[in-house]
């Protein structure tokens, strides 16, 4: 007696067993059900879908985007589909994919956060920094306790305002002006009054330039020159009174992200703040608080691992860092533990580790592979070091003459490091 075919198992059956597991976080197991429906139904849109509903659950993006763009091929209409399918762009670190699907489904569901904050990642990813504000400001209207708005609104404001310092005229007293602003702020008076002075031989009559001296003279008890500056200062504007308007909303955004308490975006925040004017063990301590919140986060741990690293934190950074496959760091921090052997095959693939891996041969005694690495790297040299490793290499390999002139360049960048930290350190706060 033959044996009967097997029979397809019941789509009904199937559709249950796919929702519950689901609805159990088994999308793994979900994938699988909707994979054996759409082998009885391949041209329904909707299992499509749904398939690509789990797989972007399970994070695996690219495929949820392959069975998201078949079921948009099957059922053009599916709104749900289009949405999912630019929001995986955006996971996928492809912005430019992403911004027409979210921007129509910001047109049908415009009361979805998600759609939002994906939008706004997405405009913020390109560059298109006013587009991505404004998407910041409408969740955090719709959801005023949630921290990633007003991170994500603060960051946005930030960067932009320094996209538009970027117009303005490199040395001109608005960008001088403005460079003195930041220096008040991080309360550095005397490099502050040392740019407000050029800012004012440039242009005696810049408002804003007597406005924050007059500032800086109440700060250091000189009340009476205050008097004097004040009468002299008034408002900027254009594009410099926009710079101050958003650096003045990004720290708004950000006093309000404090105020909802502890989370993970304010910690970032506080990790990035700290890391901007040198305090690295603050910033790892900042990075340990989000990851205290969030444990395991990858991202997270490549900012502690940074952090450490910055810091010179090296024997701690180092197992994050392998973790990660964070190369440059890695080898740099191998090379600075005494393992320049072992830094070498990281440093070989990681880009822009020219001094770095210049110096892990010179410590291996290979000072002939030194040379084109630190070659590589002079450009970058804001401090001398790389020339005179670049001049140590040489010597050891018989150039002597080339050696001497890598040696006396190295002396006049330091000699013009020291001449510059001499010049902010005499400054003398004085009258007007």
Known sequence: MMGLAAQPADPAALSEQA??????????????????????????????????????QARNYRAAATELKTALR???????????????????????????????????????????????????AVGRHPEAIRQFEILAGMQPKNPVAWRGLGVALTEYSQVLFGKLPAGGAEALTLLARSRLAA????????LLRQAVEKNPRFGPAHGYLAELYEKTGHADWAAAERALAGPG?????????????????????????????????????????????????????????????????????RALFVGRAYEEA??????????????????ETGKAAEAIPHLLK???????????YLAVDEPAKAIAPLRGALAGDTDGSVHFQLARALQRTGAAAQAREMDKVAAEIRARVAAQAEAVSAVEIVRP
Not at 187 to 194: H, I, L, S, V, Y
Not at 274 to 295: F, N, S
Request: aromatic share 6%; proline share 6%; charged share 20%.
């Open 19 to 56: 929702r519950a597991a689901m609805a159990s976080g088994r999308f793994d197991e979900a994938a699988t059900v909707y994979r054996k429906l759409i082998a009885q139904m391949p041209n329904v849109g909707g299992l499509r879908m749904n398939l690509g509903l789990a797989l972007f």
């Open 74 to 124: 099957l059922e053009p209409g599916l709104g749900p589909a289009s949405m999912m399918l630019g929001i995986c762009h955006g996971k996928l670190g492809e912005p430019l994919l992403a911004i027409p699907l979210l921007e129509k489904a910001t047109k049908t569901m415009p009361e979805n956060p998600v759609v939002v904050l994906e939008l706004a990642d997405a405009y913020y």
């Open 187 to 194: 309360d550095e008076p005397k490099a502050a009054f040392r």
């Open 237 to 305: 504007v254009g594009v410099f009174a926009e710079i101050v308007a958003k650096s003045e909303q990004a720290l708004r955004a950000f006093g309000l992200l404090a105020a909802l308490g502890p989370s993970v975006p304010l910690f970032e925040t506080e990790a990035e703040a700290a890391r901007a004017r040198g305090a690295h063990a603050e910033a790892a301590a900042a990075w340990r608080k989000a990851l205290g919140l969030q444990p395991g986060a990858a991202a997270l741990e490549k900012g502690l691992a």
């Open 318 to 335: 180092l197992p994050v860092l392998a973790k990660h496959g964070m190369e440059a760091e890695l080898g740099e921090a191998l090379l």
């Open 350 to 360: 990681a880009r822009g580790a020219g001094a770095a891996l210049g110096r892990a």
